[in-house]
């Protein structure tokens, strides 16, 4: 089963705006992470961060996490053509053993 | 550092044949998965190794399904015998033995299953 919902489905920007994804989950969490995925190829870890912090940057990346709410937002800034691929939040689960439970995915599609 | 290696890429085959998928994780990763991806959808858990043993295959579809992971190293999924719904992407992925509270998991570029 799903643990996260991801909003919106699909997103399309022209380069140089911000791209901003969001991930709902339903239960406890260790960590959440973002992963990227471009199409026909294997998933790629973009950013991890821990029930404890609230906030993470890396690179163009900023990732925000509030448990109260179980969300997560994923902002990309400046976007790029390169940027186009499909977004997953993945989240460990207290107790819940050493694995991912993925959402549902946000396509983004950055225009020239 | 080699990745999680995967084959074959593409697999198109006619449904009631079985097919084989094989991984070669990250060298030293103690913990593998498989995981299937519908078109349009997250991935989904088949199957968690811990070495060589099984740690979670509540997801696995175990009339159809297997996996194994000889040695703790190389695994291969099977699926026999093959239906329609089984068309997805299979992707396997590795971690450090320490888990994924610290660390993230490394993916294969997966393989691509048709069943027609």
């Given amino acids: 089963s799903q643990q996260g919902e991801e909003d919106p489905q699909a997103l399309s920007i022209q380069e140089g705006e911000n791209a ?3 991930c709902s989950y339903k239960t406890s969490i260790n960590n959440l992470q973002w992963y990227r995925q471009n199409s ?3 998933l790629v870890h973009l950013i991890l961060i821990r029930s404890n912090e609230r906030e993470k940057h890396s690179g163009r990346l900023r990732v925000t996490l509030d448990t109260s709410k179980k969300s997560s937002s994923l ?4 976007s790029r053509a390169a940027d186009t691929a499909s977004y997953f939040c993945a989240t460990v689960l207290t107790g819940g053993g050493n694995k991912l439970t993925f959402g549902t995915g946000t396509q983004l599609k950055v225009e020239l | 550092e080699a990745g999680v290696a995967q084959s074959p890429r593409y697999k198109i085959i006619e449904k009631r044949q079985s097919v084989a998928f094989w991984c070669n994780p990250i060298s030293g990763h103690a913990t593998l998965y ?3 991806q519908i078109l349009g959808q997250g991935p989904k858990l088949l199957i968690q190794f ?3 043993g099984v740690v979670d295959d509540s997801q696995l579809p175990k009339d159809r399904f297997s996996a ?3 040695k703790g190293v190389d695994s291969t999924l099977k699926i026999q ?3 329609l719904e089984d068309s997805a992407v ?4 590795s971690s450090p033995g320490q888990g994924l509270r610290d660390t993230e998991a490394f993916f294969g570029q997966g393989t691509r299953l048709t069943v027609v």
């Fill in chain 1, 20 to 22: 901003t994804m969001n």
């Fill in chain 1, 40 to 42: 026909g190829r294997g």
């Fill in chain 1, 75 to 78: 902002l990309i800034t400046a």
């Fill in chain 2, 34 to 36: 498989w995981y299937q």
């Fill in chain 2, 50 to 52: 811990q070495n060589n």
């Fill in chain 2, 68 to 70: 194994e992971r000889l």
């Fill in chain 2, 81 to 83: 015998p093959a239906k």
């Fill in chain 2, 90 to 93: 299979y992707l396997c992925a």
